[in-house]
Protein backbone atom coordinates (compact mmCIF):
# COMPACT_ATOMS: atom_id res chain seq x y z
CA UNK A 1 0.00 0.00 0.00
CA UNK A 2 1.35 3.79 -0.49
CA UNK A 3 2.62 5.82 1.60
CA UNK A 4 0.69 8.32 3.44
CA UNK A 5 1.14 11.27 5.65
CA UNK A 6 -1.60 9.80 8.42
CA UNK A 7 -1.35 12.38 10.54
CA UNK A 8 -2.27 15.12 8.03
CA UNK A 9 -4.83 13.13 6.36
CA UNK A 10 -6.06 12.82 9.93
CA UNK A 11 -6.02 16.39 10.61
CA UNK A 12 -7.73 17.00 7.46
CA UNK A 13 -10.60 14.94 7.91
CA UNK A 14 -13.41 16.02 10.08
CA UNK A 15 -16.03 13.28 9.79
CA UNK A 16 -20.20 13.73 10.61
CA UNK A 17 -23.04 11.91 10.06
CA UNK A 18 -26.89 12.86 9.53
CA UNK A 19 -29.46 11.55 11.35
CA UNK A 20 -32.89 12.74 10.11
CA UNK A 21 -32.45 16.68 10.12
CA UNK A 22 -29.36 16.64 12.88
CA UNK A 23 -26.11 16.50 12.44
CA UNK A 24 -24.15 14.10 14.42
CA UNK A 25 -20.48 15.16 14.96
CA UNK A 26 -17.59 12.72 14.92
CA UNK A 27 -14.39 14.83 15.67
CA UNK A 28 -14.59 13.70 19.72
CA UNK A 29 -15.43 9.67 19.60
CA UNK A 30 -18.71 8.27 20.01
CA UNK A 31 -19.31 5.07 22.56
CA UNK A 32 -22.01 2.71 21.05
CA UNK A 33 -23.34 0.29 23.37
CA UNK A 34 -24.27 -3.52 22.96
CA UNK A 35 -27.51 -4.50 23.88
CA UNK A 36 -28.54 -8.18 22.52
CA UNK A 37 -32.22 -9.01 22.50
CA UNK A 38 -31.10 -13.13 22.02
CA UNK A 39 -30.81 -15.86 24.67
CA UNK A 40 -27.15 -16.92 23.50
CA UNK A 41 -25.08 -14.07 22.81
CA UNK A 42 -21.27 -14.78 23.42
CA UNK A 43 -21.31 -11.91 26.22
CA UNK A 44 -23.98 -12.82 28.85
CA UNK A 45 -24.04 -9.49 30.72
CA UNK A 46 -25.21 -7.75 26.89
CA UNK A 47 -28.14 -10.34 27.05
CA UNK A 48 -31.86 -8.15 28.14
CA UNK A 49 -34.74 -10.24 26.83
CA UNK A 50 -37.36 -8.40 28.90
CA UNK A 51 -38.69 -4.60 28.69
CA UNK A 52 -37.72 -3.92 31.97
CA UNK A 53 -33.95 -5.55 31.71
CA UNK A 54 -33.66 -3.30 28.38
CA UNK A 55 -35.03 0.05 29.73
CA UNK A 56 -32.62 -0.87 33.17
CA UNK A 57 -29.61 -1.59 30.62
CA UNK A 58 -30.40 1.58 28.31
CA UNK A 59 -31.11 3.93 31.65
CA UNK A 60 -27.84 3.27 32.90
CA UNK A 61 -25.73 3.28 29.79
CA UNK A 62 -27.03 6.34 29.16
CA UNK A 63 -25.83 7.74 33.21
CA UNK A 64 -22.30 6.46 31.75
CA UNK A 65 -22.03 8.61 28.32
CA UNK A 66 -23.46 6.32 26.27
CA UNK A 67 -24.05 8.04 22.82
CA UNK A 68 -25.63 5.18 20.15
CA UNK A 69 -27.66 1.63 21.34
CA UNK A 70 -26.84 -1.01 19.17
CA UNK A 71 -29.48 -3.71 18.87
CA UNK A 72 -29.25 -7.46 17.84
CA UNK A 73 -31.73 -10.05 17.69
CA UNK A 74 -28.82 -12.46 15.88
CA UNK A 75 -25.94 -13.99 17.82
CA UNK A 76 -23.08 -13.85 14.89
CA UNK A 77 -20.47 -15.37 17.38
CA UNK A 78 -18.45 -17.90 15.39
CA UNK A 79 -20.50 -20.86 14.86
CA UNK A 80 -23.92 -19.12 16.19
CA UNK A 81 -26.63 -21.24 15.16
CA UNK A 82 -28.74 -20.05 12.31
CA UNK A 83 -32.23 -17.77 13.61
CA UNK A 84 -35.48 -17.39 11.34
CA UNK A 85 -36.09 -13.72 9.64
CA UNK A 86 -39.28 -13.86 11.82
CA UNK A 87 -37.27 -14.57 14.93
CA UNK A 88 -35.25 -12.05 14.66
CA UNK A 89 -38.32 -9.53 13.78
CA UNK A 90 -40.43 -10.63 16.86
CA UNK A 91 -36.73 -9.97 19.26
CA UNK A 92 -35.83 -6.71 17.80
CA UNK A 93 -39.20 -4.91 17.27
CA UNK A 94 -40.25 -4.68 21.04
CA UNK A 95 -36.76 -3.53 22.33
CA UNK A 96 -36.51 -1.19 19.42
CA UNK A 97 -40.03 0.61 20.53
CA UNK A 98 -39.41 0.35 24.07
CA UNK A 99 -35.71 2.64 23.56
CA UNK A 100 -37.48 5.03 20.68
CA UNK A 101 -40.33 5.84 23.32
CA UNK A 102 -38.35 6.14 26.59
CA UNK A 103 -35.78 7.47 24.90
CA UNK A 104 -36.54 9.73 22.27
CA UNK A 105 -33.11 11.38 22.08
CA UNK A 106 -30.72 8.11 21.59
CA UNK A 107 -29.74 7.12 18.79
CA UNK A 108 -30.01 3.42 17.53
CA UNK A 109 -28.63 1.09 15.37
CA UNK A 110 -29.57 -2.24 14.12
CA UNK A 111 -27.13 -4.87 14.25
CA UNK A 112 -28.43 -7.34 11.16
CA UNK A 113 -27.40 -8.45 7.62
CA UNK A 114 -31.12 -8.78 6.65
CA UNK A 115 -32.73 -6.63 4.99
CA UNK A 116 -36.52 -7.11 5.51
CA UNK A 117 -35.35 -6.41 9.56
CA UNK A 118 -33.36 -3.47 9.09
CA UNK A 119 -36.79 -1.95 7.04
CA UNK A 120 -39.05 -3.01 10.02
CA UNK A 121 -36.20 -1.77 12.45
CA UNK A 122 -36.18 1.74 11.07
CA UNK A 123 -39.58 2.29 10.30
CA UNK A 124 -39.93 1.49 14.23
CA UNK A 125 -37.10 3.86 15.25
CA UNK A 126 -33.89 2.81 14.48
CA UNK A 127 -31.55 5.29 12.54
CA UNK A 128 -28.59 3.45 11.30
CA UNK A 129 -27.64 -0.12 9.93
CA UNK A 130 -25.08 -2.24 11.47
CA UNK A 131 -23.96 -4.89 8.86
CA UNK A 132 -21.44 -7.61 9.90
CA UNK A 133 -22.13 -9.09 6.08
CA UNK A 134 -21.15 -5.77 4.04
CA UNK A 135 -24.42 -6.76 2.14
CA UNK A 136 -22.94 -9.70 1.03
CA UNK A 137 -25.51 -12.03 2.32
CA UNK A 138 -28.96 -10.15 1.80
CA UNK A 139 -28.06 -7.02 -0.71
CA UNK A 140 -31.22 -5.68 -0.84
CA UNK A 141 -30.26 -4.17 2.18
CA UNK A 142 -28.47 -1.09 0.97
CA UNK A 143 -31.88 -0.25 -0.79
CA UNK A 144 -32.99 -0.20 2.66
CA UNK A 145 -30.88 2.28 4.37
CA UNK A 146 -30.69 4.70 0.89
CA UNK A 147 -34.85 4.34 1.60
CA UNK A 148 -34.52 5.73 4.80
CA UNK A 149 -31.74 7.89 4.06
CA UNK A 150 -29.68 5.75 7.20
CA UNK A 151 -26.23 5.51 7.68
CA UNK A 152 -24.68 1.97 7.03
CA UNK A 153 -22.24 0.35 8.80
CA UNK A 154 -19.89 -1.36 6.28
CA UNK A 155 -18.17 -3.81 8.43
CA UNK A 156 -15.46 -6.86 6.44
CA UNK A 157 -16.30 -10.41 6.83
CA UNK A 158 -15.59 -13.04 4.36
CA UNK A 159 -18.22 -16.03 4.36
CA UNK A 160 -21.04 -16.53 7.55
CA UNK A 161 -21.14 -16.14 11.00
CA UNK A 162 -20.90 -20.43 10.81
CA UNK A 163 -18.24 -20.06 8.27
CA UNK A 164 -16.31 -17.07 8.66
CA UNK A 165 -13.45 -18.82 10.57
CA UNK A 166 -12.43 -21.12 7.96
CA UNK A 167 -11.76 -18.06 5.56
CA UNK A 168 -8.68 -16.20 6.96
CA UNK A 169 -6.57 -16.68 3.92
CA UNK A 170 -5.06 -13.04 2.91
CA UNK A 171 -2.55 -12.42 -0.07
CA UNK A 172 -2.01 -8.85 1.93
CA UNK A 173 -4.81 -8.02 4.69
CA UNK A 174 -4.68 -4.56 4.35
CA UNK A 175 -4.88 -4.60 1.08
CA UNK A 176 -7.29 -6.99 0.45
CA UNK A 177 -9.88 -5.40 2.90
CA UNK A 178 -9.06 -1.71 1.86
CA UNK A 179 -10.39 -3.04 -2.00
CA UNK A 180 -12.90 -4.72 -0.26
CA UNK A 181 -13.69 -1.33 1.25
CA UNK A 182 -13.47 0.60 -1.92
CA UNK A 183 -15.61 -1.48 -3.95
CA UNK A 184 -18.86 -1.75 -1.78
CA UNK A 185 -18.33 2.41 -0.99
CA UNK A 186 -18.49 3.02 -4.76
CA UNK A 187 -21.83 0.36 -4.35
CA UNK A 188 -23.36 1.95 -1.44
CA UNK A 189 -22.99 5.17 -3.01
CA UNK A 190 -24.70 4.06 -6.43
CA UNK A 191 -27.50 3.00 -4.34
CA UNK A 192 -27.53 6.60 -2.72
CA UNK A 193 -26.46 5.64 0.75
CA UNK A 194 -24.87 9.05 2.00
CA UNK A 195 -23.42 8.17 5.30
CA UNK A 196 -20.82 5.08 5.82
CA UNK A 197 -18.46 4.07 8.49
CA UNK A 198 -16.13 1.59 8.07
CA UNK A 199 -16.07 -1.43 10.57
CA UNK A 200 -12.25 -3.88 10.44
CA UNK A 201 -14.47 -6.77 11.30
CA UNK A 202 -12.53 -8.17 14.15
CA UNK A 203 -13.19 -11.38 15.29
CA UNK A 204 -14.62 -12.37 11.54
CA UNK A 205 -12.71 -13.94 9.47
CA UNK A 206 -9.49 -13.59 11.20
CA UNK A 207 -6.98 -15.25 12.92
CA UNK A 208 -5.96 -13.94 16.36
CA UNK A 209 -1.94 -12.48 14.80
CA UNK A 210 -4.27 -10.65 11.84
CA UNK A 211 -6.81 -9.42 14.44
CA UNK A 212 -3.77 -7.53 16.51
CA UNK A 213 -2.06 -6.57 12.93
CA UNK A 214 -4.99 -4.97 11.90
CA UNK A 215 -5.39 -3.00 15.30
CA UNK A 216 -2.11 -1.93 15.47
CA UNK A 217 -2.44 -0.67 12.08
CA UNK A 218 -5.09 0.75 11.76
CA UNK A 219 -4.16 4.47 10.26
CA UNK A 220 -3.76 2.36 7.15
CA UNK A 221 -7.49 2.57 6.35
CA UNK A 222 -7.79 6.62 6.55
CA UNK A 223 -6.99 6.16 2.61
CA UNK A 224 -10.69 5.36 2.46
CA UNK A 225 -11.29 8.63 3.87
CA UNK A 226 -14.30 7.37 5.78
CA UNK A 227 -15.10 7.53 10.02
CA UNK A 228 -13.84 4.04 11.42
CA UNK A 229 -15.62 1.87 14.13
CA UNK A 230 -13.99 -0.45 15.86
CA UNK A 231 -15.75 -3.60 18.00
CA UNK A 232 -13.16 -5.56 20.11
CA UNK A 233 -14.88 -5.49 23.69
CA UNK A 234 -14.89 -8.93 25.47
CA UNK A 235 -13.50 -10.32 22.41
CA UNK A 236 -11.88 -14.09 22.08
CA UNK A 237 -8.89 -12.33 20.38
CA UNK A 238 -8.30 -11.01 24.05
CA UNK A 239 -9.82 -13.71 26.51
CA UNK A 240 -8.51 -16.88 24.73
CA UNK A 241 -5.11 -14.80 24.20
CA UNK A 242 -5.12 -14.30 28.15
CA UNK A 243 -6.13 -17.35 29.21
CA UNK A 244 -9.08 -16.29 30.86
CA UNK A 245 -12.83 -16.05 31.51
CA UNK A 246 -14.95 -13.37 29.42
CA UNK A 247 -16.06 -11.60 31.97
CA UNK A 248 -12.93 -11.44 34.10
CA UNK A 249 -11.63 -8.54 34.89
CA UNK A 250 -8.40 -8.96 33.10
CA UNK A 251 -10.65 -9.48 30.21
CA UNK A 252 -12.21 -5.76 30.83
CA UNK A 253 -8.63 -4.30 31.28
CA UNK A 254 -7.14 -6.02 27.90
CA UNK A 255 -10.35 -4.49 26.37
CA UNK A 256 -9.60 -0.82 27.35
CA UNK A 257 -5.47 -0.94 26.34
CA UNK A 258 -6.49 -2.11 23.26
CA UNK A 259 -9.58 0.21 23.04
CA UNK A 260 -6.68 3.31 24.14
CA UNK A 261 -4.82 2.18 20.82
CA UNK A 262 -8.00 2.37 18.29
CA UNK A 263 -8.55 5.91 19.75
CA UNK A 264 -4.99 6.81 18.75
CA UNK A 265 -5.02 5.49 16.06
CA UNK A 266 -8.33 7.54 14.78
CA UNK A 267 -11.31 5.48 15.59
CA UNK A 268 -14.03 7.55 15.76
CA UNK A 269 -17.03 5.05 17.27
CA UNK A 270 -16.55 2.51 20.15
CA UNK A 271 -18.66 -0.50 19.88
CA UNK A 272 -18.59 -1.49 23.66
CA UNK A 273 -20.21 -3.88 26.47
CA UNK A 274 -18.79 -1.53 29.04
CA UNK A 275 -19.49 1.98 28.47
CA UNK A 276 -18.59 4.11 31.59
CA UNK A 277 -14.82 2.74 30.55
CA UNK A 278 -15.23 3.94 27.29
CA UNK A 279 -16.54 6.83 28.05
CA UNK A 280 -13.68 7.71 30.23
CA UNK A 281 -11.30 6.49 27.72
CA UNK A 282 -12.64 9.09 25.31
CA UNK A 283 -12.56 11.72 27.78
CA UNK A 284 -9.04 11.52 29.03
CA UNK A 285 -7.86 11.20 25.08
CA UNK A 286 -9.73 14.32 23.73
Not at 150 to 164: D, F, K, V
Not at 181 to 193: E, M, N, P, T, Y
Amino acid sequence: MQNLDFENTKIRSKYSIRIGDKLIDLSTPLVMGIVNVTPDSFYAESRSETTDKIISKVTQMITEGVSIVDIGGYSTRPGAKDVSIEDEINRITPAIQTISKEFPDLLISIDTFRSEVADIALTNGAHIINDISGFEIDPKIIHVASKHNAPYILMHMRGTPQTMQTLTDYDNIFKDISYYFSSKIKQLHRAGVKDIILDPGFGFSKTLEQNYHLLNNLEHFWILDKPILVGISRKSMIYSKLGVDISSIETLQETIKLNTISLEKGTHILRVHDVKEASQLITKSH
